[in-house]
Nanobody, 117 residues
Framework: QVQLVESGGGLVQAGGSLRLSCAASGRTGSIATMGWYRQAPGKQRELVAAITAGGSTNYPDSVKGRFTISRDNATNTVYLQMNSLKPEDTAVYYC???????????WGQGTQVTVSS
């Protein structure tokens, strides 16, 4: 089993910044991809950012240039630096750890991010 504990959410004004953290413990290994998803009320959960064990990153156009994902493999922690936040970034943000093509997939409990206009 893997436990993912997220922190760093909160309320911020438009244009502000937040940094999310997600620490993994348990059966972590070293090859898993880690990432962040978000889900706004009434919408589907969507990928926000992902980073492989080797450091390759992936972002959708909606956050590219504003969000930066990074990871510390020594502590099994992934970070999401969010700058220039917009009200449409308001959502519950979930940390995920997975290995593609396997059943290894774990989610955090989610952290609320609210951006006021």
């Amino acid at each position: 089993q893997v436990q993912l504990v997220e922190s760093g959410g909160g309320l911020v004004q438009a244009g502000g910044s937040l940094r999310l953290s997600c620490a993994a413990s348990g059966r972590t290994g070293s090859i898993a991809t880690m990432g962040w998803y978000r889900q706004a009320p009434g919408k589907q959960r969507e990928l926000v950012a992902a980073i492989t064990a080797g450091g390759s990153t992936n972002y959708p156009d909606s956050v590219k240039g504003r969000f930066t994902i990074s990871r510390d493999n020594a502590t099994n922690t992934v970070y999401l630096q969010m700058n220039s936040l917009k009200p449409e970034d308001t959502a519950v943000y979930y940390c995920k750890r997975w290995i593609a093509g396997t059943r290894y997939e774990y989610w955090g409990q989610g952290t609320q991010v609210t951006v006021s206009s």
